[in-house]
């Protein structure tokens, strides 16, 4: 990596960062005007290209299998995670595989109608395009990758993470115990202090760290009045109850609903419109995720496309608050990509020389998600561990040492000495 690369990073904040503080500060001087005078957004400012519309579908179908998978094993918990943070880092995970390893991600990520040109070029696009879309909603999303100290990482790996993925590539002294909390700190600061100690150890065989970091903060377009927030019944699978606090609000001319299929759905918008959230709410003592048991993409589109002007409604909304954390190896496994993290059959040599030994080691996900009468705050962060099959022990020598110089055979020692300071002269 160059140093001059490296400081030039090292001054600026991301991509993303830098468009919403450049946005912010226009805003505070009055240079554009903000969301209160701006109106709410009818449509996206340009058309999507067919790729952008292909990754797009393909990270939602993406997102929907694995929420089958996590939620499968996790039928008695919430669950909360951000398929776009999973896709991403993966995605750029999926530029240093080849062969079977290659196949099986883009398999998984619903990639194999895109090549891998058009599906990068979407990646960058579409970034742009949300990060730029509502400047009256916070939105950050940034790429790292974090590598041995001495790793060979292929210069063409390194400039399309760069290109692509505006990622900062750094190299990173794994065997310093303070190794972890450098990558947790990058990982605190692009998600506002919210997702914290992501990387739990760097263990011997572990060569990179490829790190998403997702972070959204909107305020509702109308807000709920904290004064009527009330206690109310929220009714548990059990068949049980318990009591939440129920946000409430009447006049609601600005969400749409749902009602079809067996469900009803309700979105709330965030700042101009663009953002929303969107609420599926399945009959009576039916599971959640048995909404998506046999569903697809299309069928979630054809519930989002339903979606229309509510005119007079209230909404009751739980105030909540979650945070959550699960190693997706077993449900990539499941998804298709048994391959890249198999020790014998992964190949990752995209990525480095002797990369044909890199195996995906793990792949972690924390999110956390804070709902109240404001609006929403949101943040998760997805870190893929890449290990070498061979990894030689590290001898390292950082405390004060005896040395000799001698010849070996004869056991004779020409000279000896000690270092108690090697600075020292």
């Known amino acids: 990596m160059e140093s001059t690369r490296r400081t030039e990073r090292a001054q600026e904040p991301p991509r993303g960062r830098r468009r919403w503080l450049t946005a912010a500060l226009a805003c505070a001087a009055g240079l554009v005007a903000c969301s209160e005078t701006m109106g709410p957004l ?13 990754v797009l579908s393909a990270s939602n179908e993406f997102g929907i299998e694995l929420y089958r998978r996590l939620a499968a094993d996790a039928r008695d918990e919430n669950v909360f995670f951000s398929p776009l943070s999973a896709h991403t880092a ?14 099986g991600m883009r398999a998984a990520l619903a990639q194999e109608g895109l090549t891998e040109e058009e599906a990068n070029a979407a990646y960058r696009d579409l970034s742009d395009l949300l990060l730029g879309l509502d400047r009256s909603v916070e ?43 450098v990558i947790n700190q990058w990982v605190e600061e692009e998600t506002r202090g ?20 997702v972070y959204f903060k ?3 377009t109308r807000a709920f009045d ?6 109310g019944a929220f009714a548990r699978l059990d068949g049980g109850t318990v009591q939440v606090p129920m946000m409430r609000r009447s006049d609601a001319s600005d969400v749409r609903v749902f009602d079809g299929d067996g469900l009803t759905g309700i979105e709330i918008p965030y700042g101009r419109g663009a953002f929303v959230m969107t609420i599926l709410l399945p009959p009576a003592g039916t599971h959640p995720a048995d909404l998506l048991a046999s569903a697809d993409a299309d069928a979630w589109d054809a519930w989002m496309a339903g979606l229309a002007p509510a005119g007079e409604v209230a909404v009751e909304l739980p105030r909540f608050r979650l945070e959550w954390e699960e190693y997706l190896n077993d449900a990539l496994i499941d998804m298709g990509m048994a391959v890249a993290f198999d020790r014998d059959l992964a190949d990752f040599d995209r990525i480095a020389a002797g990369g ?23 943040a998760a962060a997805t870190s893929v561990g890449i290990g070498v099959v061979s990894a030689p022990p590290t001898f390292r020598v950082d405390r004060p040492f005896l040395f000799a110089i001698r010849e070996r ?17």
Do not use: C
């Open 356 to 378: 044909a030994d890199f195996y995906i080691s793990f792949v972690r996900q924390k999110a956390f998600v804070d709902v109240n009468e404001e609006g929403t705050e949101a």
């Open 139 to 181: 939105l950050e999303i940034a790429n790292s990758i974090w590598y041995r100290m001495g790793l060979a990482v292929r210069p063409e790996f390194v400039d399309l993470a760069r290109a692509i993925f505006d990622a900062d590539v750094r190299d990173l002294d794994f065997d310093d115990p303070q190794a972890p909390d």
């Open 42 to 54: 009818e449509q996206l400012p340009r058309s999507l290209t067919p790729a952008e519309e292909a």
């Open 90 to 103: 993966l995605g750029m995970t999926a530029n240093g595989a080849v062969g079977e390893t290659l196949d």
């Open 226 to 231: 904290p004064d009527d927030t009330r206690d």
């Open 218 to 220: 909107g305020d509702w």
């Open 409 to 425: 055979f004869s056991g004779a020692v020409l000279f000896m000495g000690q270092v108690l300071d090697p600075t020292a002269g």
């Open 194 to 213: 919210r997702i914290t100690d992501l990387i739990e150890e760097i263990r011997r065989e572990h060569v990179m760290f490829l790190v998403n970091a």
